[in-house]
């Protein structure tokens, strides 16, 4: 395993496990498989609904606490001082730890500065071993981390071959902030295992698409998280730790960037700004000052 340092110190792998969509039926056992992998850095969210999952796997794994890494992620509708300090200590209860390795904002959206500081006060008593964001673009970063106490770890944005994020990335490095990219396989849109220049680096190298993907992204400094229900994937993603992309490589690999390629999640329209707000997560109501 490759590792980050993080700007306090705390090291992070290079590549996780997500469970964003993983049903919450499905994720004790689909985290179980991916610990018996190899994995060790999991990535979930209150949002995801899958928190005990995560926290029952870790659990009855038998590898100790410390070295396996969890990250999840503080909701929109908990983005105030007193519901994010009360939705950690929920997650601690869900993911049956006393710690969790690096929490995020999951939005740049309601009292997120109270959240914040919410996480600044986890993180002094020892409930959080990092904090940071996640869909902070550059302009909402620059202004958490230069007036943060404790300033970003992390900022987790969406980031693959379609959308590689350079600017953010420059402006991430100046920050001291680590770039993560979530959906790194651009959530199989756009035709990426089939991509012809992943195709035939993938051939050159003797590995598999998605795997150039992954090795490529690790080489620009950004941590992977991709997710899969399914084991041979999970092997097939673990395995990216024996061939490195020469620099002609890394470079075709860079032009397959695409200012044109649809965001994921827009976080630049507002439909898409309300449906966070409102309808993402069943049975979240906001609105009329709920958060302020
Ligand atoms: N912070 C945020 O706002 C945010 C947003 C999105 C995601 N995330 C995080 O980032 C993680 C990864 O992103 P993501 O889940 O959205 O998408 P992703 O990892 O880019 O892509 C996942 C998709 O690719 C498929 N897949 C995985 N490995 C494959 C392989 N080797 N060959 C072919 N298909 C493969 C999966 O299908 P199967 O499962 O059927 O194999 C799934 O459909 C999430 O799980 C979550 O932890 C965070």
Redo the contacts with the bound molecule.
Sequence with gaps: MEYKTLNNGVKMPML???????PPAETESCVAQALEVGYRLI???QA?GNEEGVGAAVAKSGIPRDEIFI?S?IWVSNMNYERATASIDESLRKLQTDHIDLM?L??AMGDYPGAYRAMEDAYKAGKLRAIGV??FYSERLVDVATLAEVPPAVN???T?PFRQQAAAHTVMDELGVAHE????????KNGI?QNPTLVALAEKYGK????VVLRALMQEDVIV??????RE??E??FDVFDFELDADDLSAFKMLDDQSFPR??DHFDVGTVRWMLGDLVKGQQLGGGTLY
Aim: proline share 6%; glycine share 8%; charged share 20%.
């Design positions: 996780g496990y997500g469970v964003f969509q993983t990535d979930t969210a995801y990250t992620k995020l999951h939005q996640s869909n987790q944005i969406e693959h990219a979530w959906a790194p396989f651009a959530e199989g295992f598999k698409p998605g795997q998280i991709p997710k899969t229900v399914r994937r999970m097939e993603n994921i999640f």
